[in-house]
């Protein structure tokens, strides 16, 4: 069984979720500075309190069906961020990551998917990442540009969040090309 786990990043480390980071996560999932960008609205405590409750429960099931864990900056505990696998399919899994908006630009997202992605391959033996990225997130899919994901096509009216479907980009990663150098980006 995989639990609990701890990767630790050139910036962040990643961690289980635990019930006394309700807070954090709220500042996170509550903004709709960040929900813009991701596949669900804006929540409230109670949503965050469900949020952190089901991440806790769901990470000690066997088999563990998903890795949804907290970012921390290196070396702290408060939450900054989350960063998530989740199977999907034959040894493929589904990458999501979200940091909280005053911590945009130190480089915490990035870190987080490269850790994340690279523990997808080496450890849990997965063939193929994905990410499903809105259009106008242009700082998501570079991110994932940087990290050698390549672009699959569109997929139309993905998710309906914020009153509407949005559309989101694919973007795939296979073990064969994963070669992040030290700082994240693609030699």
């Not at 990470?59 to 939450?79: F, H, I, M, N, S």
């Not at 005053?102 to 391959?121: K, P, V």
């Not at 990290?147 to 479907?165: I, S």
């Amino acid at each position: 069984m995989s639990y609990p786990i701890h990767l630790v990043g050139d910036q962040v480390a990643l961690r289980e979720f635990a019930p006394g980071d309700v807070d954090d996560v709220l500042a996170i999932i509550g903004d709709d500075q960040v929900t813009s960008w991701l596949s669900f609205d804006s929540r409230s405590r109670a949503e965050a309190i469900a949020m952190v409750d089901g991440a806790v429960a769901r990470a000690q099931e066997e088999p563990r069906t998903e890795y949804y864990l907290a970012v921390t900056p290196k070396g702290e505990d408060r939450v900054v961020g989350f960063a998530r696998i989740a199977f999907a399919g034959a040894r493929a899994g589904k990458l999501g990551y979200a940091v909280a908006a005053q911590e945009w630009g130190r480089g915490y997202a990035t870190d987080a998917a490269r850790c994340l992605t690279s523990y997808a391959f080496a450890e849990l033996g997965l063939h193929r990442v994905s990410a499903a990225i809105g259009p106008s997130n242009l700082a998501s899919i570079a991110l994932v540009e940087r990290l050698g994901f390549q672009k699959e096509g569109v997929l139309r009216d993905h998710v309906h969040t914020n009153g509407g479907w949005r559309d989101s980009v694919l973007y795939s990663v296979l073990e064969n090309e994963w070669r992040p150098s030290a700082k994240g980006e693609r030699r």
